[in-house]
């Protein structure tokens, strides 16, 4: 009993399509971007692959994946974070949020690694932003607190009976 031609065609066309990890897959050269996570305030890079295209070595395409957390916890700022990268990302970057691992999943082709730091670098940036805007509106909702609090001593002060 043997398998039918459509069968045999989708089998071959599997194993052509099958991404493999690379074997030159070792990471001793850090990338720019492994370096920006080991830098980034916000993330911590938990595992990362790397994988070729064995069957297509024509194309000399190399795809990375790297998956990342926040390193503390910043419920506030990881709403604004998955609200960015919703609104839209890098030609060449696909970044996504895993709900279920509470985990991000970075992808790209090594050869659009410069447009994906730029990236990350941006969303860096509106997240140090927000950050300080914050710091800045709790500094003055403190002392416009203070300033309420000593206009109104100062007017039971002033019409005591």
């Known amino acids: 009993m043997g398998l039918s031609t459509a069968a045999i065609a989708t089998e ?4 052509v399509l099958r991404i493999q990890p690379s074997e030159e897959a070792a990471f ?3 990338s720019l971007i492994e370096d920006w996570f080991q830098q980034s305030p ?17 194309t000399q395409k190399v795809f990375h994946v790297l998956y990342f957390e926040w390193d503390q916890d910043e419920a506030r700022l990881k709403a604004l974070f998955n609200g960015l990268i919703l609104l839209g ?10 709900k279920e691992l509470n985990t991000y999943a970075l992808k790209y082709y090594a050869h659009n690694a410069t ?3 730029v ?23 403190i002392q416009e607190r203070k300033h309420q609090q000593s ?8 019409f005591a009976q």
């Open 151 to 158: 206009q109104s001593l100062l007017h039971r002060e002033l």
């Open 28 to 30: 001793s050269n850090k």
């Open 42 to 58: 916000f993330f911590m890079l938990k595992s990362q692959s790397r994988f070729d295209f064995p069957n297509f070595p024509e």
């Open 12 to 15: 071959q066309l599997q194993q």
């Open 119 to 141: 990236y990350l670098q941006k969303l860096e940036l509106y997240l140090m932003k927000d950050l300080r805007f914050k710091q800045v509106l709790s500094s003055y909702l």
């Open 115 to 117: 447009s994906v730091l």
């Open 89 to 98: 990302q890098a030609p060449g970057v696909v970044l996504e949020f895993q």
